[in-house]
């Protein structure tokens, strides 16, 4: 019996290992928070993510009425939203990153995480940016504006993008997310 009770524990253990092993690149990207602090998509493993391209002074900022919106309704079932602002088109985002927290928080009630302002397209595109984009990614092409959204599943695997126009209340959005999120 503890022979067979060794053996289970051991393929457990295996399986595990291989699971961590398999684990996406695309989580693995290192990222700095809104706060600079050190992160990555790792810390969101096993939730759907919604990866967006956010800024303060477009035409598109009152998404983040309908992302927080969003992410509140879904928090609870493993979704998480992650904004990373960039100044990258209309110089749009020009503000520091204690500005736009605050713009955030106090226009919109955001609370979820956000990351460091960065470039999201050109010579200096980000490696998350890179790899969403990128020839290798299952949906390349530079992000042509701000609140470009990329839907990432509970694997780590990039599933869908939205262009800027689709309002986070958008039935192919909030199917998709909820597809992602029926998906264990």
Known sequence: MKTILLLLAMASL????????????LLSIPLKDIKGNDTSLNAYSGKVILVVNVASKCGFTPQYAGLEAMYEKYKDKGFVIVGVP??????????????IQS??????????????????????????????????????????????????????????????????????????????????
């Open 86 to 99: 960039s100044n990258d088109f209309g110089a749009q985002e020009p503000g520091t990153a204690e500005e």
């Open 103 to 184: 713009f955030c928080k106090k226009n919109f009630g955001v609370t979820f995480p956000l990351m460091e302002k960065v470039h999201v397209k050109g010579g200096e595109t980000c490696p998350l940016y890179v790899a969403l984009t990128g020839s290798d990614s299952k949906f390349p092409g530079e992000v042509g504006w701000n609140f470009t959204k990329f839907l990432i599943d509970r694997n780590g695997q990039l599933v869908n993008r939205f262009p800027s126009p689709v309002k986070p209340s958008a039935p192919e959005l909030v199917s998709a997310v909820e597809a992602a999120l029926g998906k264990s």
């Open 14 to 25: 295996s399986q595990i290992a291989l699971a961590a092993d398999s684990a996406s690149p």
